[in-house]
């Protein structure tokens, strides 16, 4: 088995919050990652893929081509945006590292051309990242974050 991994960058804001805290809570579970509009990371996500090498290419799978499905799937629709309110399939999840990892493993799940999703691995900072290697993890979405999370704003 051959494992290849294609590296990529976005830049994204979001907030961490929960609908169901009270506001002392969220700001005590999610300290300065709950600020009120929200904060921006620079992340590096790593997509590996594993597979035997193909005997006329020499690939598990073209990098370019995972490239262009990494932009398609997940790059074009979360860089510069605001996690938690401009990305449909986020809508309503706590944009954690966690949980953005699963998020990006169901929108590349399937669309590969050859190989095998093995890992994501997204780096919040250069010392927060997670890993997710396609284990069932069930994503709570709280319908009521959207309209909660900037309550009082405009006021």
């Known amino acids: 088995m051959v494992y290849v991994t294609r590296k990529a960058a976005f830049s994204a804001a979001h907030r961490l919050f929960n609908p ?3 506001d ?15 904060h921006g990371h620079n992340y590096v996500l790593e997509v590996t893929v ?7 290419t020499g690939y598990v ?31 309503g999840i706590i944009p954690t590292v ?4 699963v998020a990006f493993w169901q929108q590349l799940e ?12 997204l780096f919040e900072s250069e010392h927060n990242l997670a ?19 900037f309550e009082g704003a405009l006021a």
């Open 50 to 56: 594993r597979g035997l090498p193909d005997p006329e």
């Open 61 to 91: 799978i073209d990098l370019k081509r995972l490239k262009d499905i990494l932009d398609e799937c997940i790059i074009d629709k979360v860089d510069h945006k605001h996690l938690n309110f401009d990305v449909d399939f986020l809508l």
């Open 131 to 149: 890993d997710y290697h396609g284990e069932p993890v069930e994503l709570v979405r709280w319908p009521a974050i959207a309209e909660r999370q």
């Open 98 to 101: 966690e949980n953005l990892c």
């Open 20 to 22: 169901t805290f009270t």
């Open 24 to 38: 002392e809570k969220n700001e005590r579970v999610f300290d300065k990652c709950n600020n009120f509009y929200g």
């Open 110 to 121: 399937g669309r590969l051309p050859s190989g095998e999703l093995h890992r994501i691995r």
